[in-house]
């Protein structure tokens, strides 16, 4: 019979000796089927996580002045080492509840049940719908964005809101695959496409000539716009939402860690150059999407690079939120006319959302300070540090967690909390602002040429 991708085969007849609570990966022998190796589960999350963060990253950069650069590195540190604790904390439910041993299609509100019961799975199910509406939105106006320029010069009525609709249209049958195993491919074409992207911004950016008269300005931050700062760039390091689902489909769960690891790494060093020379370079003039501040043949073949990555990652981010609404509605794992029917009016809705909010920065730092928050700060700590305290047969914690790592991962909740908080209000204010949404896609206006995307 054949094997589903993740389904642990233990050795009955040999079993593995028993493991010390302090051993923070529980063992199985093998898993079988076509899964994902650490190096692909890692390009999935670059693949996830940097296609808004290489647009958007500068202009963060602007709102927060240079200070924003250490606090990258430090929000990349932060919210690195609580997807490692939250890849262990499925390790861990796998080796208590023998359950979750199988695939399993809501695994991050899984964790979050078995860590605070029935309330805290409906806080992680919350948030993380949250998250992945709204990464998808912004990835598909981003999609749409970089359409309308790469098309205006060829066809004048490719503005914003007609190329929502194409993306839309071109996206349904991607989304009907079945889980980031099947569309494999995908995440490494992104991950090619982003380092190619990201060398042709430094380079086109740095090698841009500044008129003498006309010398990039640097503005001193202001509270809101740090915030604002603060939002975007932990939007761009927000893909906790998705890691358990990665994670499902790897022939090694307990190596995630890894995958983890080498994903945060790449996003550093990705987004360090791209940040600082786009800002170093056009200072505040630097727009929320920087290929829109620099024009040029490698940019426009930079843009189309961007704009296939961006159907490549809409599709990865889609998955969960698809996954999670078929497990409630009871559809079959296999490919069928459900599916279909779901995603495409799950589709439908995202892009009835886009074309209702057109302005992708202030959807992003609205998500970035609140479900990403949670997602990525909050909820991998205090579930990791719940379940480790979980009592074993004999009454003792499940896995002992030293001092320094409890401090480190409760500074790290304190941090998202107290700067989610911040960060969330100032982004819904900006947002309740009149006309600070733009030109909703439901007017005659919206499809009148838009000369300055060129």
Not at 120 to 145: K, N, Y
Not at 402 to 421: K, N, R
Request: hydrophobic share 50%; net charge neutral; glycine share 8%.
């Amino acid at each position: 019979m054949k094997k589903l991708c993740g389904t642990v085969v233990y050795n009955i007849t040999n079993p593995a000796p028993a493991q010390s609570h302090d051993s923070p990966l529980p063992q199985a022998t093998e898993k079988t089927g076509r899964c994902l190796s650490v190096p692909l589960a890692a390009a999935f999350l670059v693949a996830e996580m940097s296609g808004s963060g290489v647009l958007a990253l500068p202009k963060a950069i602007a709102n927060t002045g240079w200070a924003g650069l250490p606090l990258m590195v430090l929000l990349c540190a932060c919210v690195g080492f609580a997807g490692t604790r939250l890849a262990i904390c499925w390790v861990l439910l796998e080796d208590k509840w023998p359950e979750y041993r199988q695939p399993c299609r809501r695994p991050y509100p899984a964790i979050a049940y078995r860590a605070f019961g029935t309330v805290g799975s409906l806080i992680c199910t919350a948030a993380q719908q949250a998250t992945l509406l709204g990464v998808s939105t912004v990835f598909l106006l981003l999609a749409a964005q970089l359409l309308s320029a790469l098309a205006q010069p060829l066809l004048s009525s490719a503005t914003l809101c007609s190329c929502l609709f194409v993306v839309g249209g071109v996206l349904v049958p991607a989304t009907w695959l079945g889980t980031p195993k099947d569309f494999w491919p995908a995440s490494v074409a992104a991950v090619i496409v982003t380092v190619l992207a990201c060398t042709v911004v430094v380079v086109e950016v740095a090698r841009s000539p500044v008129p003498p008269a006309d010398p990039p300005v640097y503005g001193s931050p202001t509270f809101t716009s740090f915030f604002l700062g603060f939002g975007t760039i932990v939007f761009s390091l927000g893909g906790a939402a998705t890691f358990p689902t990665v994670q499902n489909d790897m022939k090694e769960r307990s190596k995630f860690v890894y995958s983890v690891a080498i994903a945060f790494t790449v996003l550093l060093v990705l987004y360090m150059p791209v940040s600082g020379v786009g800002y170093g370079v056009l200072g505040q003039a630097v727009s929320d999407n920087i290929l829109l501040s620099v024009s040029g043949t490698a940019v426009t073949a930079t843009r189309a690079m961007i704009f296939s990555h961006l159907l490549f990652v809409f599709v990865i981010i889609f998955n969960p939120v698809a996954q999670g609404l078929e497990e409630a509605l009871a559809v079959p794992r296999e490919f069928g006319w459900q599916r279909c029917c779901v995603r495409t009016l799950l589709l439908a809705l995202i892009v009835l959302m886009a074309v209702s909010v057109p302005d992708f920065g202030k959807i992003l730092n609205l998500i970035g300070g609140s479900s990403v928050t949670i997602e990525s700060f909050v909820l991998p700590p205090l579930c990791y540090l719940k379940l480790c305290s979980t009592k074993d047969d004999q009454g003792k914690p499940y896995r002992s967690v030293g001092f320094a790592e409890s401090a480190v991962l409760i500074s790290v909740v304190i941090t998202g909390v107290c700067a989610g908080v911040i960060t969330t209000y100032t982004a819904a204010s900006a947002i309740a602002t009149p006309g600070s949404l733009g030109q909703s896609c439901f007017s005659s206006e919206a499809y009148e040429i838009d000369k300055s995307i060129t």
